[in-house]
C-alpha cells in the first residue's frame, strides 16, 4: 500500500478559500496512492478557536465538495482531515471526512476527546460518541483524531472493531512533539497496528505547530517521518504484516478483561 500523508502549512495570511483549493489541488497530485491523509482544523486552524464559528460549516459543505471532487479525479481513498462542522439540529463538531476513490462519503468521525479542559475545542464544540472504523480493500482503518492519541482505550476499541490501521489527523503543538512521537509509537506497539499520524505545520493563532507526521509499523518502527514544514510524506507499507506480527506475538490474546478496581 501507498501511503501520502500532506503535512499543510496553516499560514494566518492564506484565506480559507485559497487553502481549501490549494489543498485539493495537492491532493490530486498523489494519484497512484492508495490512501492520502490530510490533518486535523487544517482549513481554520486548530488552535484559532475564535474562527470556528464563522468558519463552520455543514457536513456537505464547501471543504466536502472540493474534497470529494479530489478523492475522485485521484482515484484515491482520503481521509480528508476535519472541518469545524456544525450541526443544524446542535453544536459544533470537529469532524473527520473519510472518501472513497469515486468520491463517496465512506465515514464521518467527531472527535471523542476535545482539547482545552476548561477553553478552546473543549467548550466551543460537542464530543462524538461513536466509533468509526473503514474497510479497505487492503486493510481497515481506525479513525482518531489528535487529543484521542492520549487515550489508549479508544484504540484499542478501535483494534477490538477490527482496525489494522490506526489513522490520525492533527494540529499538535510544537511544544509537545516529545509527546507525539512517543504517544504514536505506543500506540502502534500496544496494537499491533500501522499508525498513520498527519499533523500540521505553520502557526495557529500563534501556537507553533510541530509538524513531523509519522509512520509507524506494528513493532513500534518509525517508517517515515516529515520534518517541520509543509512536505508530503509518501510510505510504502504492507498491511499484511499486521496479521504475522499478531500471530507471531499474540500478545493481544493475553489481555485480561473485566478486572476491578480495588477499593481502598
Request: charged share 25%.
Amino acid at each position: 500500500m501507498r501511503a501520502s500523508i500532506l503535512q499543510v502549512d496553516v499560514k494566518d495570511t492564506e484565506s480559507v478559500d485559497s487553502r481549501r483549493t490549494r489543498v485539493a489541488g495537492l491532493v490530486r497530485e498523489q494519484a497512484g496512492a492508495d490512501l492520502v491523509v490530510l490533518p486535523e482544523l487544517w482549513t481554520t486552524g486548530a488552535f484559532a478557536y475564535e474562527e470556528f464559528g464563522a468558519e463552520a460549516e455543514p457536513l456537505v459543505g464547501p471543504t466536502y465538495e472540493l474534497m470529494a471532487k479530489a478523492a475522485s479525479d485521484a482515484g484515491v481513498w482520503l481521509h480528508a482531515g476535519s472541518i469545524p462542522e456544525r450541526d443544524p439540529d446542535g453544536p459544533l463538531y470537529n469532524t473527520s471526512l473519510i472518501f472513497s476513490p469515486t468520491g463517496e462519503l465512506a465515514a464521518a468521525y467527531r472527535k471523542i476527546h476535545r482539547f482545552g479542559f476548561d477553553k478552546g475545542e473543549a467548550v466551543l464544540m460537542g464530543a462524538g460518541s461513536e466509533l468509526v472504523t473503514v474497510r479497505l480493500p487492503e486493510t481497515t482503518l481506525g479513525i482518531a483524531t489528535c487529543y484521542d492519541l492520549r487515550f489508549p482505550e479508544l484504540f484499542r476499541a478501535l483494534v477490538d472493531a477490527g482496525a489494522e490501521t490506526l489513522v490520525l489527523a492533527a494540529g499538535w503543538p510544537e511544544r509537545r512533539r516529545s509527546h507525539w512521537t512517543l504517544l504514536a509509537q505506543a500506540r502502534a506497539v500496544e496494537n499491533q497496528a500501522y499508525v498513520l499520524a498527519c499533523g500540521t505545520a505553520g502557526t495557529h493563532a500563534g501556537v507553533p505547530q510541530a509538524g513531523h507526521s509519522i509512520v509507524v509499523d506494528p513493532w513500534g518502527e518509525v517508517l517515515a517521518e516529515a520534518g517541520s514544514g509543509e512536505e508530503v510524506l509518501t510510505v510504502e507499507f504492507d498491511p499484511a504484516r499486521v496479521g504475522v506480527t499478531r500471530e507471531q506475538f499474540p500478545a493481544l490474546k493475553d489481555r485480561l478483561l473485566g478486572l476491578e478496581v480495588p477499593r481502598r
